[in-house]
DNA sequence: TATGTTTTTATCGTTTATCGTTAAATTTTA
DNA sequence: TAAAATTTAACGATAAACGATAAAAACATA
């Protein structure tokens, strides 16, 4: 079954931006960043995608992903 | 403030698939779907995400979408 | 090796919000 | 007009984000 994966790593590096500074940004707990950044999270608010979107200055489609099986 | 915005009206014009069938499809309720195609949810399960990807034959991107301000 | 920094993992509790169901209202189609 | 499709509303059950804290692991630097 296909699924849907967040990649953070490749904006972060392009953007050189540690995941504490992103978090901060962000407006969320590194915590529960690193969570998302690690495919541990099974669903995400819109205005947690957005605030992340903003800070990396990219598309919520540079983030998610669907991979299918 | 930027947001998220969902965009299914254009693939599933393209797929020529209306919602009742579409909510079939991917397993949610028709009522639900409505609310996901005319953003009025705050967030979204990949799962749904993933499942609508699947029938669209599309990726997340084509269908989540960052605006700005 | 030692030390400090960053990131990840693990619990736990609070809060948010999906999603289903039902019913009603609205819009679209024929 | 009538039927079908879509949208809206209200409600409850459940899933899961997110925060806080602490600990562990990974990484860097000297």
Chains 1, 2 share one sequence.
Do not use: H, P, W
């Not at 050189?16 to 500074?21: A, F, G, M, Y």
């Not at 969320?28 to 608010?45: D, E, G, M, Q, Y």
């Amino acid at each position: 079954m296909g699924k849907i994966v967040l990649r953070l790593d490749r904006m972060m590096v392009e953007r050189k931006i540690s995941l504490n500074d992103l978090a901060e940004q962000v407006g969320i707990s590194n915590v529960n960043l690193s969570k998302i950044k690690n495919n541990k999270v099974t669903a995400i608010r819109f205005s947690t995608l957005a605030a992340i979107c903003k800070v990396l200055k990219c598309d919520a489609g540079d983030i998610l992903e669907y991979v299918e099986e």
